[in-house]
C-alpha cells in the first residue's frame, strides 16, 4: 500500500447485537477523524432488511454512511436449499460452504485488502479463507478459551482465571486457530473484582449457570470490561495496517520489514485509552 493511499476494508457483521453497531460508528469515526486513513468499501450482512429489527437498525447506520451494504440471508438461503441447521464441534454442512460461495460472488465487485469480522455470527468455510485475509475479533488472549463469547466467558470462571483478553487473528478453516495479530490482556482480579469472585466462591460453575445465568454479576464485569477493550483494538489494528507496521504475506502476519511476527501486544495502548475514556 502506498504512503497516500488507504486502507480499503471489508466489513461483516449479522448486527443482531449491540456491539455491531458500536464497533462499526467507532471505525468510521477513527476514519473521518483522519487518525484511521482507512475505507470501509463494502459491508456485507447476513440478514435481509425486514428480517431482525436489530440488524434493520445496523443497516441504518451503513447507509447513512454511503457505505455499499450487500445483504445474504444464511436463514433464507438453508430453508431454500432444504438444509440442516449447522451444528457445534460438527463439520459445516454442504449448504454452508455454497453459501459462503455466494457471498464471495456478490462481494467480487468490491474489492478489498482486510476482511474485518465484527459481530458476524457465521463459521467461514475454507473458500472464504482462502478468497481473503479476514480479521477475527475473540474474547480472550492468545491461547484463551475458544469458542462464543459466552463459552469464554464461563471458561474463564470455571478455571479461575486471573486474567481475561481480547485477540484478533487470522482467520482459517479451523475455527479460533489462526495466527493472532494483535492482542491486549486485563486483570480480572483485584479491586471490585474480588468481591464479584467471592460471590462465586465454593459453587460449581453448574450451579452458577443454572441459578443466575448470565445475570451473574462476576459474568457481567467479565463482558464489560472485554466489550470496553473490542472497539480499541479493532481500531489499532486496524491502523497499524493502515500504516503499513502489520501485514499478511502468504497468510502470515509480518511487520514493516517482512519478517514474520508472532502477534503485536497492543495491551499498554488499549489500557490507557479505556481509562480515558468517559
Known amino acids: 500500500m502506498s504512503p497516500t493511499s488507504k ?9 443482531t447485537g449491540t456491539a455491531s453497531p458500536k464497533l462499526l460508528t467507532a471505525v468510521l469515526e477513527a476514519i473521518r477523524s483522519d487518525y484511521l486513513r482507512a475505507q470501509i468499501a463494502v459491508v456485507f450482512c447476513n440478514r435481509e432488511p425486514g428480517e431482525d429489527p436489530a440488524t434493520d437498525g445496523f443497516h441504518a447506520i451503513v447507509r447513512e454512511a454511503g457505505i455499499p451494504l450487500v445483504t445474504l440471508s444464511d436463514r433464507r438461503f438453508r430453508k431454500e436449499q432444504a438444509g440442516e441447521p449447522a451444528r457445534k464441534g460438527e463439520p459445516l454442512p454442504a449448504w454452508r460452504v455454497e453459501f459462503d460461495r455466494g457471498v464471495i460472488r456478490l462481494l467480487r465487485p468490491y474489492p478489498f485488502e482486510i476482511g474485518m469480522l465484527a459481530g458476524y455470527k457465521l463459521i467461514f468455510a475454507a473458500g472464504a479463507a482462502a478468497e481473503w485475509n479476514l480479521l477475527n475479533l475473540h474474547p480472550a488472549p492468545p491461547g484463551g478459551p475458544k469458542g462464543i463469547w459466552q463459552d469464554v466467558i464461563w471458561e474463564l470462571i470455571a478455571s479461575r482465571s486471573a486474567e481475561a483478553g481480547v485477540v484478533i487473528h487470522l ?6 486457530e489462526g495466527p493472532p495479530i494483535s492482542y491486549c490482556r486485563y486483570s480480572i482480579r483485584g479491586g471490585s473484582f474480588d468481591a464479584l469472585w467471592g460471590d462465586v466462591e465454593g459453587r460449581s460453575i453448574d450451579s452458577v449457570m443454572s441459578e443466575e445465568g448470565e445475570d451473574n454479576r462476576l459474568f457481567q464485569a467479565i463482558r464489560s470490561n472485554g466489550v470496553a477493550r473490542e472497539v480499541p483494538l479493532v481500531v489499532e ?11 499478511i504475506h502468504d497468510k502470515q502476519v509480518i511487520d514493516a520489514a517482512g519478517t514474520k511476527i508472532s502477534a503485536v501486544d497492543l495491551t499498554a495502548t488499549i489500557e490507557s485509552l479505556v481509562a480515558a475514556s468517559p
Open 7 to 15: 486502507l480499503q476494508i471489508g466489513w461483516f457483521a449479522t448486527g
Open 171 to 176: 482467520v482459517t478453516p479451523e475455527l479460533d
Open 237 to 247: 489494528t486496524l491502523r497499524a495496517f493502515a500504516e503499513g507496521r502489520v501485514s
